[in-house]
């Protein structure tokens, strides 16, 4: 019973590391990445479809990303949604394909994305910690109604804790390996 309670936890913590690497892609380090385009919706027949659906994403080179239609009357439809997006590259078209060259990244703009990096990170442990007060609070209400005895909750409350602090070093980790991802030249 009071395993349940740690086991949701963890999976609730295993969701926010999905999340925060979900995050960490979308985060440009000077190098071509098709999840670069991941949040890009392209209007197809008067529906929004992500461009993922309606493409083929490679990486000839490692500033390059190539996006080839499966339809090819879509080609400026693409175009425009990558230009009304918030990646700040301008695609170029020859008629067929669509090219992104990803620009190198400036001292200053690695500085900046290694603090969107930490803040990003910041928001990840508040959800961890918000799921460790849930645990707290559901450990709490099965003592209140006498489900687990006064130490259970002790001993309950020191494994989420534990919990908690490895969910952390995990989101520690993951922001430093990103970090040093963005400053290396």
Do not use: C, W
């Amino acid at each position: 019973m009071t395993n349940a309670i740690i086991t949701k936890a963890n999976e609730r913590f295993e969701q926010s590391f999905q999340a925060l690497g979900r995050e960490y892609a979308t985060i440009r380090a000077g190098r071509a990445n098709a999840s670069l385009l991941d949040r890009i919706q392209v209007e197809y027949y008067g529906a929004m479809t992500p461009l993922n659906q309606m493409a083929s994403i490679t990486v000839p080179e490692a500033r390059v990303l190539l996006i080839t239609p499966f339809d090819k009357s879509i080609l400026k439809e693409i175009e425009r949604s990558i230009n009304a997006s918030d990646i700040g590259i301008t695609p170029q078209s020859d008629g067929s394909v669509v090219r992104l060259v990803i620009p190198a990244l400036t001292e200053e703009k690695r500085k900046e994305l290694a603090k969107e990096v930490k803040k990003v990170g910041e928001n990840a442990k508040i959800a961890i910690r918000n799921i460790r007060r849930d645990a707290m609070d559901e450990a709490k209400k099965q003592e209140k109604n006498k489900e687990i005895t006064e130490d259970e909750l002790k001993t309950l409350e020191k494994d989420i804790q534990k919990a908690t602090d490895d969910a952390i070093k995990h989101i520690d980790q993951m922001t430093a390996e990103k970090e040093k991802e963005l400053l290396e030249v």
